[in-house]
């Protein structure tokens, strides 16, 4: 049996452990830049507020409503869901963290008479210690999991925890599911299921598996298919290759000029190297992309990706940010006006053992430089993200007399919760 376990709402659950007096009253988290709204409680779903409203339609549209908003705090979150993980080791035959909030389980150990209440108690442990509500599925393969965890969240009954354990119970999850909601059924497979008549995943699933095959092409809609109808057929291991990690953001405004370009792209590059050692990978390609505003017709646009390839495959920031600032030099043009740009790292592998190119650097200085990435993690760590960078990582402002002065970050978050858990000038003081 696989289990799947899924926190409720994520980032809002995340805001409200250490504001207890939010409980109950309506929360959104924004977008990077406070932009739009990216997270909802369950009573500002029943508002009406959707995903991707702009936060300055929110006044607008719910007029003398009180709702709390937060700016995005992944360093807040990153530490709590952090935690629920730590316990789902502790309570797990084995297990794979697959997003911030998402945790797939290899139950084998546990017998199956068993699975309900234990589920029940890993609810109410994530619930006791860490003050985070989570929803736990359980099937005989991932995609069903998904389904089930997601009757866990909506329906009270199931105590948080739902198994789908019978033929009986697949076929009324699947009956209950909309299409488009099956994990591994991407927005444009949807669309073509719903035009064939497939409303559902009861629908679907009822095709045969040859007709799959002859409409679709595709070896992971087959394996969606197969997982449907009962079968174990997407391989665990397929779930661990992150073939390329991305980070990107649109400003805060818009950018000319190339010096602020080139320290957002070291940001972005830096946090690519840093998910690279968290994992314990390297990429042999950097690539940088940067792009205009579209939705100004008024301005000229312009968009270009390059890439270039490591010697050797690392995990390091500096050698990362160097390739990317040489990416962003090829693309960079003047005069444009660009609103976002990303950065992302490809060709990952594990980072041992990694075959050294004759012309690159030598063992000695590889060392060295790892040595100094795991110095600043751990300083990081220890007192919160970013509180050492390299010098490509700071902004640079005129200040009133002319003089360029540093700063630390350019992203608007003027609704950003503290970070009780990993910063000491954070840290809750009681009366």
């Not at 029940?120 to 999991?145: C, D, F, Q, W, Y």
């Amino acid at each position: 049996m696989y289990g799947i376990a899924d926190l409720d709402n994520c980032y809002c659950s995340c805001e409200k452990v250490f504001r207890p007096d939010l409980e109950g009253k309506p929360i959104v988290v924004l977008s990077n830049n406070d932009g739009c709204v990216v997270a909802r409680s369950n009573e500002a779903k029943k508002m009406g507020i959707k995903e991707g409203t702009p936060y300055f339609q929110l006044a607008q549209l719910f007029p003398g409503q009180k709702i709390a908003v937060f700016s995005s705090n992944y360093e807040l979150y990153g530490e709590l869901t952090g935690r629920v993980v730590s316990i789902i080791r502790q309570e797990t035959p084995a297990y794979f963290r697959y997003s911030i909030d998402e945790c797939f389980m290899y139950l084998d150990g546990i017998e199956l008479d068993k699975l309900q209440t234990w589920g029940e108690n890993l609810h109410k442990r994530v619930k006791r210690e860490v003050g985070l509500p989570i929803s736990i599925g359980l099937a005989p393969n991932k995609t069903l999991a998904k389904i089930a965890s997601k009757l866990a969240k909506k329906y009270a009954a199931y105590k948080h925890c739902c198994m789908i354990n019978t033929d009986y119970k697949r076929e009324k999850a699947l009956e209950w599911c909309p299409i488009e909601d099956v994990w591994g059924i991407g927005r444009r497979y949807a669309a073509k299921l719903q035009a064939l008549g497939c409303k559902t995943a009861l629908d679907f699933a009822k095709h045969h598996k040859d007709w799959v095959r002859q409409t679709f092409n595709n070896i992971n809609i087959v394996r969606t298919w197969q997982e449907l109808n009962g079968e174990d057929a997407v391989p665990n291991e397929e779930l661990a290759k992150k073939k390329s990690i991305c980070t990107s953001r649109s400003f805060n405004g818009m950018i000319s000029d190339k010096d602020t370009l080139r320290t957002h792209i070291a940001n972005y590059a830096a946090r690519c190297a840093e998910k690279l050692r968290t994992q314990k990978t390297v990429a042999t390609t950097v690539g940088v992309f940067v792009n205009t505003n579209a939705f100004r017709e008024d301005l000229a646009q312009y968009w270009n990706f390059q890439e270039t390839r490591l010697v050797t495959p690392t995990s390091s920031t500096i050698p990362i940010v160097q390739a990317a600032h040489d990416v962003l030099d090829r693309i960079f043009i003047q005069g444009y006006q660009y609103k976002k740009a990303g950065v992302i790292v490809m060709g990952i592998s594990p980072d041992s053992p990694i075959q050294q190119d004759l012309f690159d650097l030598n063992a000695e200085q590889i060392q060295k430089m790892r040595r100094l990435d795991e110095v600043i993690d751990r300083i990081n760590r220890m007192h919160g993200s970013e509180t050492i960078v390299i010098g490509a990582q700071q902004y640079t402002q005129k200040n009133g007399k002319g003089k360029a002065e540093v700063f630390a970050n350019a992203i608007k978050h003027d609704f950003r919760s503290k970070n009780p858990t990993t910063r000491w000038s954070d840290i809750i003081k009681l009366k």
